[in-house]
């Protein structure tokens, strides 16, 4: 149990520390870098909570696409190193920020957080969570205490075998353009530095 606990405090570190990096260094580059790793931290902690297909989807679409767009984009501008001017819209901003932070600080104190066991839902949660990687049939729902909707809707799942099965291709593809993408942007700023 340990061990979890040490990875859980390690990922959201690095995730806060990832995420403050974000707003408070200067240079676009490396704020995007650090985007990159905040949204691998989430992709750990996804992990973590045993949904490895979110965690999947999390790194290659968020990273691999999001972040990688950023970077590039960042790449093809200019004075990259300066930043961003102050403008008259950072009070504003500071506001909104300020407010937003309080409505989430009311909602979290506020809310009545039942948990599972309390709830009468332990078995159900387990069977989920021990089922992460296959999809367990119905007998084995049924017995757990689902009903029969709940059953249909939990064995008719199967994006994660179409991903993996009938759209390998396809799936890889994307992998490929991105990196294409990646490629072309070092190149194209290279040249134009030297």
Same mark, same amino acid.
């Given at each position: 149990?340990?061990?979890?606990?040490? %990875?859980?405090?390690?990922?959201?570190? %690095?995730?806060?520390?990832?995420?403050?990096?974000?707003?408070? #260094?200067?240079?676009?580059?490396?704020?995007?870098? /650090?985007?990159?790793?905040?949204?691998?931290?989430?992709?750990?902690?996804?992990?973590?909570?045993?949904?490895?297909?979110?965690?999947?989807?999390?790194?290659?679409?968020?990273?691999?696409?999001?972040?990688? /767009?950023?970077?590039?984009?960042?790449?093809?501008?200019?004075?990259?190193?300066?930043?961003?001017?102050?403008?008259?819209?950072?009070?504003?901003?500071?506001? #909104?920020?300020?407010?937003?932070?309080?409505?989430?600080?009311?909602?979290?104190?506020?809310?009545?957080?039942?948990?599972?066991?309390?709830?009468?839902?332990?078995?159900?949660?387990?069977?989920?969570?021990?089922?992460? #990687?296959?999809?367990?049939?119905?007998?084995?729902?049924?017995?757990?205490?689902?009903?029969?909707?709940?059953?249909?809707?939990?064995?008719?799942?199967?994006?994660?075998?179409?991903?993996?099965?009938?759209? %390998?291709?396809?799936?890889?593809?994307?992998?490929?353009?991105?990196?294409?993408?990646?490629?072309?942007? /070092?190149?194209?700023?290279?040249?134009?530095?030297?």
């Amino acid at each position: 149990m340990w061990f979890e606990q040490t %990875v859980f405090w390690a990922l959201s570190a %690095v995730a806060i520390a990832g995420a403050l990096g974000v707003v408070l #260094v200067r240079d676009l580059f490396r704020a995007a870098l /650090l985007l990159a790793l905040v949204l691998v931290a989430v992709g750990g902690l996804f992990v973590m909570m045993n949904a490895e297909f979110l965690a999947v989807v999390q790194i290659l679409i968020y990273v691999g696409a999001i972040a990688v /767009l950023f970077i590039f984009a960042v790449m093809l501008t200019r004075d990259v190193q300066q930043g961003n001017a102050p403008n008259r819209l950072q009070i504003p901003a500071a506001l #909104v920020s300020a407010l937003l932070l309080a409505a989430m600080a009311f909602t979290a104190v506020t809310t009545d957080w039942t948990t599972l066991a309390s709830a009468g839902l332990e078995r159900k949660s387990q069977i989920a969570q021990t089922q992460a #990687v296959g999809i367990p049939n119905a007998a084995e729902l049924t017995d757990a205490g689902l009903t029969a909707p709940e059953v249909a809707s939990v064995t008719d799942g199967g994006l994660a075998d179409l991903l993996i099965g009938n759209f %390998v291709l396809p799936f890889e593809a994307v992998s490929l353009l991105l990196l294409a993408a990646a490629i072309g942007g /070092l190149a194209l700023a290279r040249g134009r530095g030297s």
